[in-house]
């Protein structure tokens, strides 16, 4: 990046508390377009509350976020996602009672950015989702509805109605958590695939393996602050992170990588 280049996304000090606790503490990040950055950190470090300031589904206590150089403060979800930020959810969200396809179209009803949206007929959405559907391999089962289908297509279409409308920025908290490892290797090949793209990824994620396999600069996340911000490979030579995990010689999951 250019000295001059504006960061996509830029937090300056941003805080939370809950009452005593300070939940994320006077955090600085900035991504750039086109980064994949990996967030990881123990439980109740902070992670999910810092995508909440965010993505605007929770107040600052105090700091700033700003997209695109456009500062944040007091604009609802709603409005953040129709920006071009996009999120998914650490436990699966998404319509239970509707089926993969209706869940894709409601996302590219949802987010529309303008009113000219008007101008997109029906078919197009349908293309759009059907398209969407394709990429992510769940075709066989678009009639479905979500409560049958199994998690990985859950996660996956979490994935898609995230994407579906091309967010500039695209937020995924724990995308792989409760899957095998077989899974998370076919979701470690999705996500390079969206990075290939160009997609600009901030992850939060504790299975090592998918943090290094899939970002270019990892974050961790300790009490609130960031303790390390630098590359993957670096991370398990780093003493401060090394101290969080509990002395532990290796990171959890580490073992597992090779
Ligand atoms: N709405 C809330 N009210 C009170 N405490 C909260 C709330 N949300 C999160 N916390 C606390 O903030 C800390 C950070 O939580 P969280 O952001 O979920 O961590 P992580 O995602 O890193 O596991 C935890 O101690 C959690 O209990
Ligand atoms: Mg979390």
Not at 30 to 52: L, S
Not at 127 to 148: C, H, S
Not at 161 to 187: C, R, S, Y
Request: hydrophobic fraction near 45%; charge should be negative; glycine fraction near 12%.
């Amino acid at each position: 990046m250019s000295p001059h280049e504006q960061p996509l996304l830029s937090c300056r000090g941003v805080t939370r508390r809950f009452g005593a606790l300070v939940a994320v503490d006077g955090v600085d990040f900035d991504v750039r377009r086109g980064e994949t950055v990996g967030i990881g950190g123990p439980n109740g470090a902070g992670k999910t509350t810092f995508f909440d300031l965010i993505s605007g589904l929770n107040t600052m206590s105090a700091g700033s976020v700003a997209l695109r150089g456009r500062p944040l403060a007091g604009t609802p979800p709603h409005r953040i996602c129709q920006m071009g930020m996009a999120r998914t959810f650490q436990l699966n969200s998404g319509f239970d009672g509707l089926s993969v396809m209706d869940n894709v179209l409601a996302a590219v009803a949802f987010g529309r950015r303008s009113a000219g949206g008007w101008l997109l007929t029906a078919r197009d959405d349908r293309a759009k989702a059907r398209a969407m559907l394709e990429k992510f391999g769940l075709t066989d089962i678009a009639d479905d509805l979500v409560e049958n289908v199994p998690v990985l297509a859950r996660k996956k279409l979490m994935v898609a109605t995230a994407l579906v409308n091309e967010p500039d920025l695209l937020l995924l908290d724990e995308p792989v958590g409760g899957l095998t490892p077989p899974e998370i290797d076919d979701f470690i090949a999705l996500m390079l695939g969206l990075k290939a793209e160009g997609v600009t990824l901030v992850f939060i994620e504790h299975v090592m393996r998918f943090l290094t396999s899939v970002a270019d600069r990892a974050l961790i996340m300790h009490q609130g602050r960031i303790i390390y911000d630098g590359t993957p490979n670096g991370l398990s030579a780093d003493q401060t992170v090394r101290e969080v995990y509990l002395g532990t010689t290796e990171l959890p999951g580490m073992a597992e990588t090779a």
